[in-house]
């Protein structure tokens, strides 16, 4: 045991998805479960950024075990850095695209429609896991555009119908439980504002349908409108403050 941790901290980077593999084939027999969670904790530590890079490498759908290991980050002592490393994925995602015309334009596509819907998911966990709400309200202004964005770009392709999306593809072969998978950007959004905002707004927001309108190709441009609003004056006040003065000064 003691071996398998001094690994945990000494290990090359590349040595991190091994290491991973043989934790996540040991954390289904439950006596060895704490031990194992404190292992995978050093790893996060100590080799942060390779550690994330494999567990979204297990893709969808997430198996319990992985689940544990997302919310187990979450609650750590470093979980908004854990947030903030798969918000940064989450915005890189999809650079570079290729052109149409390339004949790994497709498979370029799937890959990136399973990273983003990856990432969401660990998103999803770690947030609710998360004990840091001040923190994870400093992260909206990048987090919130970014889910909105992929949200936006899964409503574009279903309305388009296309039998041969990468979307619809990777829901029929059962890598995506969700028919619409507009619904796992759109879940991550509620969950992470319903933590940052008080009932009285999250109340409204399901009052003025926002959720629905979101989710409705037609309706979708008037649920970031009313979304943006109700993020507007449900924030910090001094931050609206320092808006309005910005916007006389410019006049």
Same mark, same amino acid.
């Given at each position: 045991?003691?071996?398998?941790?001094?690994?945990?901290?000494?290990?090359?980077?590349?040595?991190?998805?091994?290491?991973?593999?043989?934790?996540?084939?040991?954390?289904?027999?439950?006596?060895?479960?704490?031990?194992?969670?404190?292992?995978?904790?050093?790893?996060?530590?100590?080799?942060?950024?390779?550690?994330?890079?494999?567990?979204?490498? /297990?893709?969808?759908?997430?198996?319990?075990?992985?689940?544990?290991?997302?919310?187990?980050?979450?609650?750590?002592?470093?979980?908004?850095?854990?947030?903030?490393?798969?918000?940064? /994925?989450?915005?890189?995602?999809?650079?570079?695209?290729?052109?149409?015309?390339?004949?790994?334009?497709?498979?370029?596509?799937?890959?990136?429609?399973?990273?983003?819907?990856?990432?969401?998911?660990?998103?999803?966990?770690?947030?609710?896991?998360?004990?840091?709400?001040?923190?994870?309200?400093?992260?909206?202004?990048?987090?919130?555009?970014?889910?909105?964005?992929?949200?936006?770009?899964?409503?574009?392709?279903?309305?388009?119908?296309?039998?041969?999306?990468?979307?619809?593809?990777?829901?029929?072969?059962?890598?995506?439980?969700?028919?619409?998978?507009?619904?796992?950007?759109?879940?991550?959004?509620?969950?992470v504002l319903g933590k940052c905002m008080a009932?009285?707004?999250?109340?409204?927001?399901?009052?003025?349908?926002?959720?629905?309108?979101?989710?409705?190709?037609?309706?979708?441009?008037?649920?970031?409108?009313l979304l943006s609003r109700c993020d507007y004056?449900?924030?910090?006040?001094?931050?609206? /403050?320092?808006?309005?003065?910005?916007?006389?000064?410019?006049?």
């Amino acid at each position: 045991m003691a071996r398998v941790l001094n690994d945990c901290v000494w290990a090359p980077q590349e040595g991190v998805p091994k290491i991973l593999n043989t934790l996540c084939t040991y954390m289904q027999q439950s006596t060895h479960r704490p031990f194992l969670l404190r292992a995978v904790f050093l790893l996060a530590r100590f080799h942060r950024e390779p550690l994330i890079s494999s567990l979204l490498q /297990k893709g969808l759908p997430m198996d319990s075990d992985t689940v544990e290991l997302w919310r187990s980050l979450g609650r750590s002592t470093f979980g908004i850095q854990i947030l903030r490393c798969l918000v940064e /994925k989450l915005n890189r995602a999809g650079n570079n695209r290729l052109g149409t015309d390339s004949s790994t334009c497709e498979r370029h596509n799937r890959q990136t429609a399973l990273e983003t819907l990856t990432i969401t998911r660990a998103i999803s966990e770690v947030v609710l896991a998360l004990r840091s709400t001040e923190e994870l309200r400093q992260l909206l202004p990048h987090l919130l555009p970014s889910l909105l964005r992929w949200a936006s770009e899964t409503l574009g392709v279903e309305r388009l119908l296309s039998p041969r999306s990468s979307w619809r593809q990777l829901f029929l072969e059962g890598q995506v439980l969700e028919e619409k998978p507009c619904r796992i950007f759109l879940s991550a959004i509620e969950l992470v504002l319903g933590k940052c905002m008080a009932q009285e707004w999250t109340r409204l927001l399901m009052n003025q349908a926002v959720w629905a309108r979101l989710e409705d190709p037609l309706a979708h441009l008037e649920g970031v409108r009313l979304l943006s609003r109700c993020d507007y004056l449900a924030g910090d006040p001094d931050d609206r /403050k320092r808006t309005r003065d910005h916007k006389t000064k410019k006049q």
